[in-house]
């Protein structure tokens, strides 16, 4: 199991708005926690011993101060930066064998993340968000 903590400033971050193009905000700070944890599961039984689980969430906040040139465009002045998601979740259910002979790995992942702005709203139309969630699956053979 792993707990950080981190803390950013970016100066003049660029983002994306609904009319083509992008602009750019004076500063954002993104803060936030992220705890982790992975499990080999040869401790529930020895027949498991090449099958894990991990999993993540973050939590994070982040707010923007615009430029005093796009106060006027755009519709939201107070808001999280664009693209920055409140909270992310994986989850990993993993086979690996490195064996000489075979050498197989296989992974199944689950992630999803909390609401954010995919697009800023600007002259009086709203902000575009999403919230989107993904499966994949993966197999590798023959690992050397």
């Given at each position: 199991m792993s707990i950080g903590g981190f803390w950013e400033t970016f100066n003049n971050p660029i983002?994306?708005?609904l009319l083509p193009g992008t602009v750019g905000v004076r500063v954002a700070d993104v803060c936030g926690v992220e705890v982790e944890l992975m499990k080999h599961l040869d401790s529930i039984h020895s027949s498991l011993a090449h099958i894990f689980v991990s999993t993540n969430y973050t939590w994070s906040k982040s707010e923007i101060e615009l430029k005093p040139e796009n106060l006027i465009v755009q519709t939201t002045n107070f808001r999280p930066l664009q693209g920055h998601s409140p909270c992310?979740?994986?989850?990993?259910?993993?086979?690996?064998?490195?064996?000489?002979?075979k050498g197989a790995m296989a992974t199944l992942l689950y992630n999803?993340?909390?609401r954010c702005i995919a697009e800023i709203g600007s002259l009086d139309a709203p902000d575009k968000f999403d919230q989107p969630d993904t499966v994949s699956i993966s197999y590798f053979d023959n690992i050397s």
């Open positions: 983002e994306l708005i992310t979740f994986n989850f990993r259910l993993g086979y690996d064998d490195p064996g000489p002979d999803t993340y909390g």
